[in-house]
């Protein structure tokens, strides 16, 4: 899960579990190569937008004006980053023209969510792995792509997998960057 908080954030994401994201951006992120179901509480009205991602497109938003502000940096040799602080998704272009008004961040780029879930399709394209190549069960032909965290090397279902963020396979880190706690059962 990319941008997974452990603590509630004004975004969450259900694929098919419920989990908050830090920025709006990382609704879309998440989004790729997966259907989800977005919701973002306005920082400035408070009002929600809820956005459906199916195969890659945005197939619901409410309310359709809904606008996100997105920093990315790039260092030399390095993926882009998300500065979520820069990044939040706003139901409208008036609170986001009242938020920039204070705003004293980094400058960022302003999309309409399907602009962006183009944009973070590129941007997931950057950070996946090498892909594998593993056999099936009938033809050796066929290949499997594993997306991989380009922060700490692991793949999804390595790190859901795992007890605990230190105890994930394939992670190249001290602590696993990409692994969440399972909710507590109720």
């Known amino acids: 899960m ?105 400058p960022g780029r302003v999309y309409s969510l399907q602009e962006y879930m183009d944009r973070a399709s590129e941007l997931i394209s950057e950070r996946v792995g090498p892909a594998r190549s593993e056999p099936k069960k009938h033809s050796i032909s066929k290949i499997l792509r594993v997306m991989r965290c380009a922060d700490c090397d692991c793949s999804p279902a390595e790190c859901s997998d795992s007890k605990s963020a230190m105890d994930c396979p394939s992670c190249r880190l001290e602590s696993c960057c990409c692994w969440v706690a399972p909710a507590a059962a109720s």
Request: with cysteine; glycine share 8%.
């Open 2 to 106: 990319i941008g997974a908080s452990r603590s509630p954030t004004p975004y969450k994401v259900k694929t098919p579990k419920e989990q908050y994201v830090l920025c709006g951006a990382d609704i879309l992120l998440n989004a790729v190569g997966h259907d989800l179901e977005g919701e973002a509480t306005c920082v400035i009205c408070g009002r929600s937008t809820r956005v459906t991602v199916a195969e890659g497109e945005i197939s619901k938003l409410e309310p359709v004006s809904a606008v996100l502000h997105v920093v990315e940096i790039r260092s030399p040799g390095q993926n882009a980053q998300i500065v979520c602080e820069g990044s939040p998704l706003f139901d409208k272009e008036e609170c986001l023209q009242s938020w920039l008004k204070t705003y004293k961040g980094l």
